[in-house]
Nanobody, 124 residues
Framework: QVQLVESGGGLVQAGGSLRLSCAASGRTFSSYAMGWFRQAPGKEREFVAAISWSGGSTYYADSVKGRFTISRDNAKNTVYLQMNSLKPEDTAVYYC?????????????????WGQGTQVTVSS
């Protein structure tokens, strides 16, 4: 079992930055691919970014490419999402998720463990 706890959300003006953190419990964190997803009111949960178990490979949704950066520190059992140049359309609840099979893709299905989410609100 892996438990995930997100933090770092908040209210920011358009153009601003936030850094989300996701702290994981369990000794197997370093062997899992990790992903960030988001869900805006009335919309389906969507992929934002993913990172391989080693951190050597990263993937991004087109909507955030060049603005967001995913990273991880396996010694701290933590994955991060640095969000720059935020836009009002980035407003959503952001979730981190763990994929034990290391597919690390954009589909929700491989991710077996999810955090409770953290709210990000970007004002115009």
């Amino acid at each position: 079992q892996v438990q995930l706890v997100e933090s770092g959300g908040g209210l920011v003006q358009a153009g601003g930055s936030l850094r989300l953190s996701c702290a994981a419990s369990g000794r197997t964190f370093s062997s899992y691919a990790m992903g960030w997803f988001r869900q805006a009111p009335g919309k389906e949960r969507e992929f934002v970014a993913a990172i391989s178990w080693s951190g050597g490979s990263t993937y991004y949704a087109d909507s955030v490419k060049g603005r967001f950066t995913i990273s991880r520190d396996n010694a701290k059992n933590t994955v991060y999402l640095q969000m720059n140049s935020l836009k009002p359309e980035d407003t959503a609840v952001y979730y981190c998720a763990a994929d034990p099979d290391n597919s690390g893709g954009s589909s929700l299905n491989p991710y077996d463990y999810w955090g409770q989410g953290t709210q990000v609100t970007v004002s115009s």
